[in-house]
């Protein structure tokens, strides 16, 4: 039997839908490319004690290959455990919070059903669904894709930009993707302001913004998609859709001032303050380092392995591929935003904590 977002725990909606930072989750690898068990949990630990409001795992920055090498299950496995641990700690507190907990799913769907299953019985709440595999497939053939493994998992959906393999994907596709019950969010990363549109538009005309929570994916443009409020006019009638929180790769560095980023934008009432929406270039220039956009994202999750390497976090900058690896200059481009935009790392918060992530 499937899970349905209507069987979450208390609350749990309501957070995803008043939104938070989720960090795509790394992999933490030794020199030989085997799991590093020890700084898997550490990196989760990390991500849960600087606020985030959950964990996306198995997904790009986990590195797709894990399937391959059968760790997407006990990669999972790490980070629900310290999840679960996590919300022990919490259970005295005030207002106890239950991380969200996002997994992977890609491929045809016999794959993405499979992977939704192994993903419910590790107790993730829903899948992050690559529509990649489906490149040259009709819209009926994905909305019918979706819909299976709707089924089995809520789904939360991706838009993952098409020059790094995604799917172009109409306001079409999207109003019949937000229309499946079961979907609680989408991932919106086009890295395109029109197909950004074309999903508020779907969600929209499907009657779905009060259900469907819209996290931004959109590395170039995180401050402004969270600040903007996108009115659009439907039936006669305007109605505003916001983008509430984030679910980014980018967000797997430098967490805990990306947490107390996303905190500030939603707390935003009336006029924007000048100082908080000129981050919008600040933060877009870290991301082209970390992502390396000079070089097309070849060293995308290397430069995410720097920074955390760079902190204590991770023992190296391994990646599955061995292939993968820093590109020239991208070293230098991290030293240098590093220097320039300090107030958006958190060095010294992880240099307090590391000690006991890694206990």
Request: aromatic share 8%.
């Amino acid at each position: 039997m499937g899970l349905r977002w209507q069987d979450w725990p208390d609350g749990l909606a309501a957070r995803l839908r008043g939104g938070c930072a989720i960090p795509a989750h790394p992999l933490a690898l030794h020199a030989d490319r085997t799991l590093d068990a020890r700084r898997q949990r550490a990196l989760s630990r990390y991500y849960l004690d600087a606020g985030a409001g959950g964990l996306a795992v198995g997904v790009h920055t986990t590195q797709f290959a894990i399937r391959y090498r059968g760790l997407y299950e006990p990669v999972l496995r790490i980070a629900a455990e310290a999840a679960s641990a996590h919300a022990s700690a919490e259970a005295a507190a005030a207002q106890p919070r239950t991380p969200i907990l996002v997994a992977g799913a890609i491929g045809r769907t016999a794959q993405a059903v499979a992977e939704a299953r192994v993903a419910r019985g590790l107790g993730y709440h829903a899948v992050l669904l690559s529509l990649a595999a489906w490149k040259g497939a009709s819209e009926d053939e994905i909305v019918a894709h979706c819909a299976a493994v709707a089924v089995e998992m809520p789904l939360f959906g991706f838009y993952l930009q098409p020059a790094v393999g995604g799917v172009a994907l109409p306001a079409s596709f999207w109003r019949r993707f937000a229309a499946i019950d079961n979907v609680v969010a989408i991932k919106i990363a086009p890295f395109n302001r029109y197909a950004t549109l074309d999903v508020l538009r779907g969600v929209l005309e499907a009657g779905a913004a009060d259900r469907i929570a819209l996290y931004t994916g959109n590395d170039d443009h995180i401050v402004a998609d969270l600040l903007t409020p996108f009115t659009l006019a439907h039936g006669g009638h305007a109605t505003t859709l916001r983008i509430v929180g984030g679910l980014l790769g980018h967000w797997s560095v430098w967490t805990r001032a990306a947490v107390e980023l996303q905190a500030r934008c939603r707390a935003v009432a009336g006029d924007i303050p000048a100082d908080l929406l000129a981050l919008d270039a600040a933060v877009t220039e870290m991301n082209a380092a970390v992502f390396d956009v000079a070089h097309d994202f070849h060293g995308v999750i290397a430069g995410c392995h720097e920074v955390l390497h760079r902190q204590g976090l991770l023992e190296g900058i391994w990646c599955l591929d061995e292939h993968e690896a820093l590109s020239p200059g991208q070293a230098d481009l991290l030293t240098a935003v590093v220097e320039r935009y300090p107030q958006l790392t958190d060095d010294a918060f992880v240099r307090d904590n590391l000690h006991r992530w890694l206990s």
